[in-house]
């Protein structure tokens, strides 16, 4: 493994791993008031494009990165929706 592929892979750890604790507010609180649809709707769409590229040029930390922070994403955007539909219930 080369030392880019390394750097790579640290990048990719801590970008993704700084997913984990807005995902894990957000389950435990179902408060994401404060998150942007439009924000997350684009950042979510990016991140699967991410993945689609690494794929298609084999590079393991895009790969890797994008497989862990996609989820993560569609958690909070999954969240976002719902809430935006029980906000209009509400009213």
Same mark, same amino acid.
């Given at each position: 493994?080369?030392?880019?592929?390394?750097?790579?892979?640290?990048?990719?750890?801590?970008?993704?791993?700084?997913?984990?604790?807005?995902?894990?507010?957000?389950?435990?609180?179902?408060?994401? #008031? +404060? $998150?942007? *649809?439009? !924000?997350?709707?684009? &950042?979510? #769409? +990016? $991140?699967? *494009?991410? !993945?689609?590229?690494? &794929?298609?040029?084999?590079?393991?930390?895009?790969?890797?990165?994008?497989?862990?922070?996609?989820?993560?994403?569609?958690?909070?955007?999954?969240?976002?929706?719902?809430?935006?539909?029980?906000?209009?219930?509400?009213?």
């Amino acid at each position: 493994m080369s030392s880019i592929e390394i750097l790579g892979l640290v990048a990719a750890t801590l970008t993704t791993i700084a997913f984990f604790p807005q995902a894990i507010h957000s389950w435990r609180s179902k408060d994401v #008031s +404060g $998150v942007s *649809l439009a !924000m997350y709707c684009t &950042f979510t #769409s +990016g $991140v699967a *494009l991410w !993945m689609i590229y690494g &794929f298609l040029i084999e590079s393991l930390p895009v790969i890797l990165s994008n497989v862990v922070t996609l989820p993560l994403s569609l958690s909070i955007l999954y969240l976002k929706l719902k809430e935006g539909k029980i906000s209009k219930s509400k009213d």
